[in-house]
């Protein structure tokens, strides 16, 4: 079974500052996707950035970006120049053959103005 | 554009009571999606609908929890006795289409409360 495993509960940085969260996870498939969703206090889960397996370039979206690792199945996240709306919880999520994501235990991200 | 909608946002219950919760996805989306996250625990992956057909229930935890998606359009999903360890938040999400990398529009979830 495939596992998401986020060892980071929580993570702290200074504004304008980067931050980097880890995700690894584990899977003997091949073909699959990860993400990253963020969950500000509102609840609502935002996709942030998404990264195809087969894929060797990492994704970027803006001030996101990703260091995705297949050989060391490791999937983490860059958050540059952060803001104090990128403070929220951020989940690594994984999707593989059975469309079901695959969740991570989270990791709550604080910004210190 | 709506987006997903979940009514209630909260609801506090006593153990053995039934709870409905609802959600209302983007229009036109045909696949809808519950997860739930229980207290300090990871999110799990509850049901798939596609349309008003269930492609995959097999995250439901008992017989307690019924989905259903009448005309493909909102869902609903009841916990009926209600029990303590049903606590947590319920999510709903949904998207258009159905491949691995699709995007998912979530609501901003149920707080279920058993006590």
């Known amino acids: 079974a495939q596992t998401v495993t986020q060892s980071q509960p929580e993570m702290s940085v200074q504004e304008a500052e980067t931050v980097t969260l880890s995700c690894t996870y584990d899977?003997?498939?091949?073909?699959?996707?990860l993400f990253w969703y963020k969950q500000p206090p509102s609840r609502q889960m935002i996709l942030v950035i998404r990264?195809?397996?087969?894929k060797q370039q990492n994704a970027t979206e803006n001030r996101f970006s990703v260091n995705f690792q297949k050989a060391a199945k490791s999937f983490s996240l860059k958050i540059s120049d952060s803001q104090l709306g990128d403070a929220a919880m951020y989940f690594c999520?994984?999707?593989?053959?059975?469309?079901?994501?695959?969740w991570g235990a989270g990791t709550k991200l604080i910004i210190k103005p | 554009e709506a987006g997903v909608t979940q009514f209630p946002s909260h609801s506090v219950i006593e153990k053995g009571q039934t709870v409905t919760l609802r959600c209302d996805p983007i229009?036109?989306?045909?696949?809808l999606y519950w997860y739930r996250r229980v207290m300090g625990k990871e999110i799990k992956f509850l049901l798939h609908?596609?349309?008003?057909?269930?492609?995959?229930e097999s995250g439901m935890p008992n017989n307690r929890f019924l989905a259903e998606r009448t005309g493909g359009t909102y869902s609903t999903l009841k916990v009926q006795p209600a029990e303590l360890e049903d606590s947590g938040v319920y999510f709903c999400?949904?998207?258009?289409?159905?491949?691995?990398?699709?995007?998912?529009?979530f609501g901003s979830g149920t707080q279920l409360s058993v006590l």
């Open positions: 899977t003997s498939e091949s073909d699959y996707y």
């Open positions: 229009s036109g989306h045909d696949n």
């Open positions: 999520a994984y999707a593989g053959s059975n469309y079901q994501l695959i």
């Open positions: 609908f596609v349309k008003e057909s269930k492609q995959d």
């Open positions: 999400a949904s998207s258009q289409g159905l491949q691995r990398g699709e995007k998912l529009f």
């Open positions: 990264q195809e397996a087969y």
